[in-house]
Nanobody, 123 residues
Framework: QLQLVESGGGLVQPGGSLRLSCAASGETLDYYAIGWFRQAPGKEREGVSCISSSRRYYADSMKGRFTISRDNAKNTVYLQMNSLKPEDTAVYYC??????????????????WGQGTQVTVSS
């Protein structure tokens, strides 16, 4: 069974950068779409980005600041986050579903989830 583990979160100042990793084990990610979601305190979980086959999708507020990529050899998906803002503070989760995903879809479309990693943007 596929297992996902996020890492790379932490405390960063506004304008700074972080790179989150989503490392998979149990199966290869080659046939999975991977999504990044986040949940801030008191708010619903929202989609951030998705990589499906060779296509990449971003929520509007992340376009131009976040970049999703995958390293098949390492069975890992990354989320590079630049120009971070205090409103980016949240727990970030990666999720996977076998097959093709088009766009930023509902969290309920995903089957496998990591435990999350905290990102705090503050001065």
């Amino acid at each position: 069974q596929l297992q996902l583990v996020e890492s790379g979160g932490g405390l960063v100042q506004p304008g700074g950068s972080l790179r989150l990793s989503c490392a998979a084990s149990g199966e290869t990610l080659d046939y999975y779409a991977i999504g990044w979601f986040r949940q801030a305190p008191g708010k619903e979980r929202e989609g951030v980005s998705c990589i499906s086959s060779s296509r990449r999708y971003y929520a509007d507020s992340m376009k131009g600041r976040f970049t999703i990529s995958r390293d098949n050899a390492k069975n890992t998906v990354y989320l590079q986050m630049n120009s971070l803002k205090p409103e980016d503070t949240a727990v970030y989760y990666c999720a996977a579903v076998r097959g093709i995903v088009v766009g930023i879809v509902s969290e309920y479309e995903y089957v496998y989830w990591g435990q999350g990693t905290q990102v705090t943007v503050s001065s």
